[in-house]
């Protein structure tokens, strides 16, 4: 799993060239609002997404996840279906409900049913290299989007900060590999409860909570701020479990309303001293920079805390036994 953490920035570089023939038979104009629709390790993308253009784009992006689409997608919608395997059931009837809504759409799959229904339904496809996890193909699921809003104008500057955010990467990942085996040591035998300064990085916060659940299979919680501000912190009233650990994500003060930073100052006083902290700082100049730099070191510090902990990152059981009971 550390050799595919590694290879994100690769991914994102394929993922980005793979769907440029592909974005070029999507319609031009700027649809009414777009939806990414996927599960687990292939959503996430969409989480991404929505978080990095929170404050700037002009249309909604929304991200579902279940087997029922939101009243507000009708036509004039556009639509990205992600599944990694293409089999997953959510994602599979999310599709036939697009379909009969007439959303017009972009599929991202490696492999399955997705894949055969988006070719014969003749809608654009971006195809990625199957046989890894989901979760470990963010790269190659997510780099599409990023063009495909780039098309639409609404990130003029992705191509120039992916450039940069591929250099930070390759880098800095040995630093990275780092920082987050140190930091995996003191988060051993604790529950994780992450707090972002930010609300556009409560997707990076989120997908942290997956990837220990998953890769470390340890159960873990996110919030962000301010909203924590205004309910969790009366939690820790009720007493503290010895086990937990804060993790605060630092986007870093450019990208940190200055009210959630001295809120955060505060909330440091406030909450039980005896609590274990530690600080993720972002790196890198750009919006995208700083997402993944917090994501890359997220996935290492998961992967290097399953390791500590003697598990394999790999197996999902629990997953597959539920897909395989519902199937
Ligand atoms: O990372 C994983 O293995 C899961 O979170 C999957 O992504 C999730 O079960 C959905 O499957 P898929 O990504 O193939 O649609």
């Not at 036939?96 to 496809?125: D, N």
């Not at 998961?302 to 199937?327: H, M, N, Q, T, Y």
């Amino acid at each position: 799993m550390l050799s595919l953490v590694r290879l994100i920035p690769d991914q994102l570089e394929y993922g980005w060239k793979a769907v440029g023939a592909v974005v070029e038979s999507i319609p031009k104009d700027v649809p009414a609002s777009l939806a990414v629709c996927g599960m687990g390790g292939s959503g996430v993308s969409g989480d991404i997404l929505r978080g990095l253009l929170l404050h700037t784009s002009p249309i909604p992006i929304e991200v579902v996840k279940d087997y029922t689409l939101p009243g507000w997608i009708k036509n004039q919608a556009f639509a990205v279906l992600i599944s990694y395997s293409g089999d997953t059931e959510e994602a599979l009837a999310l599709w036939e409900a697009l379909t009969e809504r007439g959303v017009q759409r972009l599929a991202i799959t490696s492999v399955g049913k997705l894949k055969e229904l988006a070719e014969a339904e003749k809608v654009p496809t971006v195809t990625v290299p199957s046989g890894i996890p989901p979760r470990a193909a963010v790269g190659y699921l997510f780099a599409p989007l990023l063009r495909l809003v780039d098309y639409w104008n609404l990130y003029p500057e992705a191509e120039q900060e992916l450039t940069a955010t591929l250099e930070l990467l390759r880098s800095r990942m040995s630093e990275w590999e780092k920082e987050t085996e140190k930091l995996a040591q003191s988060l051993k035998d604790h529950f994780p409860i992450i707090h972002s300064l930010d609300q556009r990085f409560a997707a990076v916060a989120y997908r942290l909570v997956c990837q220990l659940n998953e890769n470390a299979k340890v159960l873990a919680h996110a919030h962000v701020y301010s909203e924590m501000n205004h309910n969790e912190i009366m939690g820790f009233e009720g007493g503290v479990d010895e086990n937990i650990a804060l993790i605060v994500l630092d986007p870093g003060d450019e990208f940190t309303h200055p009210r959630n930073r001295k809120r955060a100052e505060i909330v440091d006083k406030i909450l039980p001293s005896s609590i274990p902290r530690l600080v993720i700082h972002a790196e890198g100049e750009s919006l995208l920079d700083r997402f993944f730099s917090l994501l890359v070191k997220g996935d290492l510090l998961s992967v290097f805390l399953a390791e500590l902990r003697g598990v394999d990152p790999f197996p999902v059981a629990s997953i597959d036994r539920l897909k395989k009971e519902l199937s």
